[in-house]
C-alpha cells in the first residue's frame, strides 16, 4: 500500500486544518489507517487511527475532541479534520497503515506496515 500526505501549512492557535492521505495500491478493506505526528526533537506519538472496513476511531488523549479521522472510500482517501489547534500541535504528520487491521494495539507504530512520507504542520501562537 502507498500513502500519500497532503495538506498540511500554517495555521493560528484556534484555527483548523484538515489534512489527507491518498491511499493506493491494492485491497486495504481490511486495513486500520493511522496519523501519527513527529515534533523535532521528540519520539513519533499516535494521533488516531480508523477501522477502513466499519469506521471505528481511536484517538490519543492529547486530541481527542479536538481531532476527527475520517476515510472516503470511493476516494481512497483518510482525513484528519484538527480543530482548536495549539502550537504543541505542531509537527511532521504521517499517515500509516496495518494490515493487521483493527485491535487494543492500534496505538502502536510498530504496528503500521506501510508509511507515507509526511505533511507539515505548523501552528503559530
Known amino acids: 500500500v502507498q500513502l500519500q500526505a497532503y495538506g498540511g501549512g500554517l495555521v493560528q492557535a484556534g484555527g483548523s486544518l484538515r489534512i489527507s492521505c491518498a491511499v493506493s495500491?491494492?485491497?486495504?478493506?481490511?486495513?486500520?489507517m493511522g496519523w501519527f505526528r513527529q515534533a523535532p526533537g521528540k519520539e513519533r506519538e499516535f494521533v488516531a487511527a480508523i477501522y477502513w472496513s466499519r469506521g471505528d476511531t481511536y484517538y490519543a488523549d492529547s486530541v481527542k475532541g479536538r481531532f476527527t479521522i475520517s476515510r472516503d472510500r470511493f476516494k481512497n482517501t483518510v482525513y484528519l479534520q484538527m480543530n482548536r489547534l495549539k502550537p504543541e500541535d505542531t509537527a511532521v504528520y504521517l499517515c500509516?497503515?496495518?494490515?493487521?487491521?483493527?485491535?487494543?494495539?492500534?496505538?502502536?507504530?510498530?504496528?503500521?506496515?506501510?508509511w507515507g512520507q509526511g505533511t507539515q504542520v505548523t501552528v503559530s501562537s
Open positions: 495500491g491494492g485491497s486495504f478493506s481490511n486495513y486500520a
Open positions: 500509516a497503515a496495518a494490515r493487521a487491521g483493527w485491535g487494543p494495539w492500534i496505538s502502536g507504530d510498530d504496528r503500521y506496515d506501510d
